[in-house]
């Protein structure tokens, strides 16, 4: 899918963190993630015990138009976070960064990826549910403050060759 020809994206560094928590704050306004989270994610982004997959697209003037985030354990891979500009939203740059963290987990040999989504958010899981997530369930109050439940969403990795062994 393309953006008409939108922003590369690009491996997420220390320095997006300022562009990148701008972004953080005007989306998720309730609970944005502090810098130390940031930060800590970014440490587990390097070396040969690589954890993290975080990825930005540039904006306008040094802003971040948009970013996301991986964690991966063993087989299995979490969606950390994903945000897109709310002036670049509905324009496929959100599709593009879970293209990204999905081929991320496939390098990295996952079998399922799992995310949560607040319940109420039927945008982001219009999105999750295009490239395959399925609800597992409902985790309560998981989003603080503000006491929003938590739907928890997985993707099973697609075969090739399903019927081969
Ligand atoms: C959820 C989110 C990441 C999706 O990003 P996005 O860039 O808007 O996603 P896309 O553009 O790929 O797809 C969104 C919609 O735009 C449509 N779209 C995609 N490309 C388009 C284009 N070129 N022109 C018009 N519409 C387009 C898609 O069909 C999709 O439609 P739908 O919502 O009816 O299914 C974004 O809305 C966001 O940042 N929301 C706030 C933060 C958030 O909720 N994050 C998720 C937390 S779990």
Do not use: K
Not at 65 to 72: F, P, Q, R, T
């Amino acid at each position: 899918m393309t953006d008409g020809g939108g922003p590369g994206l690009r491996e997420m560094r220390w320095w997006d963190i300022e562009p990148v928590l701008e972004l953080e704050r005007a989306v998720f306004p309730e609970d944005a993630w502090s810098p130390g989270m940031f930060w800590s994610e970014l440490a587990l982004a390097h070396g040969p015990r690589r954890s993290r997959h975080y990825v930005v697209a540039d904006g306008p003037g040094g802003a971040a138009a948009g970013y996301a985030g991986l964690a991966v354990a063993g087989d299995q891979a979490d969606v950390q976070t994903i945000a897109v500009a709310p002036d670049r939203q509905g324009t496929g740059l959100g599709a593009r960064l879970l293209t990204e963290l999905l081929t991320a987990a496939g390098v990295a040999g996952c079998g399922e990826v799992f995310l949560e989504v607040r319940v109420d958010n039927t945008r982001a899981q219009r999105l999750y549910t295009r490239f395959g997530f399925e609800p597992l369930g409902i985790r309560r109050g998981y989003y603080q403050p503000g006491n929003h439940d938590a739907l928890v969403m997985r993707r099973t990795a697609p075969h090739d060759h399903p019927d081969e062994s």
